[in-house]
């Protein structure tokens, strides 16, 4: 078994594991899965890459549970409606803002933040706690984007790890099969913190999308971080 000894982001192509410093020891990630890590990391993979369909029913239903889920009580007058607009998306019909390299797992993120941390999610929805921004960002299509680029960090569509980052992911993945949800909760919170830090226009979006990532990569591979319960942002939700 070949074994290499990292101090960078990028991996061997051939590396079957990985040896990473934590406090002044190295430790071994295997590259090669175990049974129930390629369970759960085939069940992601799936889960991204299904497109979202607005003629599918369990979509629709979906789409029905994270309006009631956000808006409690509420009646939703229908699947294209003005009142999408107040969860932040762009138009009537939210179908239209899924983008295709994210789909219905984006869908699923958010219901998943709206469910699990519902404290947090109302506060962001709603801008409560803090310092307002002059600008606000859509809250639904920011949710989207943001899954789209935990996608893009984690490099899951590779065949093999090329990045470090996503090693240390599938070690987080052994230890909870919704790494990937609550990361995404995770990445909420920070973005959405950088955004009132910064005071940021709309047009600053991409770039405070850019430096939420960065704050992620360097929580994950922090010392005492094998979980994402481990990263210090965590704290951000309640």
């Known amino acids: 078994m070949k074994c290499f000894l990292v101090d960078r982001v990028l991996l061997p192509a051939d590396a079957t594991c990985v040896c990473f410093k934590r406090k002044g020891n190295y430790q071994r990630i295997c590259m090669n899965l175990t049974p129930l890590q390629a369970k759960r990391m085939r069940r992601l993979k799936r889960r991204m890459k299904v497109y979202f369909d607005a003629a599918r029913p369990d979509h629709q239903e979906a789409l029905r549970a994270l309006w009631y889920a956000t808006y409690p009580g509420q009646e939703l007058q229908g699947l294209i409606s003005d009142q999408w607009k107040e969860m932040g998306w762009q138009g009537r019909d939210p179908s239209t803002d899924f983008r295709l390299g994210a789909g219905f797992i984006s869908l699923e993120n958010l219901l998943f933040f709206a469910k ?5 999610f109302q506060c962001l929805l709603k801008k409560q706690g803090g310092k307002p921004a002059a600008c606000e960002y859509p809250f639904a299509v920011a949710g989207v984007n ?3 680029m935990i996608m893009q960090m984690l490099d899951l569509e590779a065949k093999k790890p090329r990045t470090f980052i996503r090693a240390v992911f599938l070690q987080m993945l052994l230890e909870n099969e919704w790494s990937f949800d609550l990361l ?12 009132l830090e910064r005071n940021a226009t709309y047009m600053e979006f991409n770039d405070v999308l850019k430096s939420t990532r960065a704050q992620l990569e360097r929580e994950l591979l922090m010392d005492d971080v094998f979980r994402i319960e481990d990263m210090p942002s965590y704290s951000l939700l309640c």
């Open 116 to 120: 699990t941390f519902s404290t947090s």
């Open 146 to 148: 943001i899954t789209f």
């Open 184 to 195: 995404y909760c995770v990445a909420f919170m920070v973005m959405d913190k950088q955004w």
